[in-house]
């Protein structure tokens, strides 16, 4: 991957972490919590997606993964299902809405992605590098101290 897109995709991890990254559109998204759209995310893009496969992808707890599916159930963006052979793991999937959901936000990351790779293209390679080493490190920084918040809690 290149430097740009490396760059990008730490730029963006801090946008969501700093809630900087408007979800709040018109339409379904303006209904959803931040961390129920990206939950939402999640189980589009994971294979068989469960409380713990989501609860490791979000940095969340487990319970807090339980209570925002419980929401997103109720609200009739997400189901359940069991797979025939296994009765004792439950999985989430997309509801015809929630795919809706997943697709608006696919399109809101995407059309940043390509503001912010035109934006990157004004720096040379050199100083791509550095700003690479500079969000490697506030990534860190706030991986870090997410997981003091959740030690505290």
């Known amino acids: 991957m290149n430097q740009a897109l490396r760059i990008l995709d730490i730029f963006m991890k801090i946008q969501e972490n700093s809630d900087l990254l408007q979800h709040k559109q ?52 997400i189901e359940s299902y069991q797979e025939p052979d296994n009765n004792k793991e439950i999985y989430f999937q997309l509801t015809e809405q929630g795919k809706t959901v997943y697709d608006q936000h696919k399109k809101i990351h995407n059309k940043a992605r390509q503001e912010w790779l035109a934006f990157l293209e004004h720096y040379s390679d050199d100083e791509q590098a550095t700003l690479l080493r500079f969000f490697t490190e506030i990534s860190v920084l706030f991986d870090c101290e997410s997981a003091d918040q959740m030690d505290e809690n």
């Open 26 to 77: 018109e339409g379904l998204l303006a209904e959803l919590s931040f961390a129920e759209v990206h939950c939402i995310d999640w189980i589009g893009m994971i294979d068989h997606p469960n409380v713990t496969k989501i609860s490791e992808k979000m940095g969340l707890t487990r319970g807090g993964i339980s209570r925002i599916s419980k929401r997103l159930m109720g609200k009739g963006l």
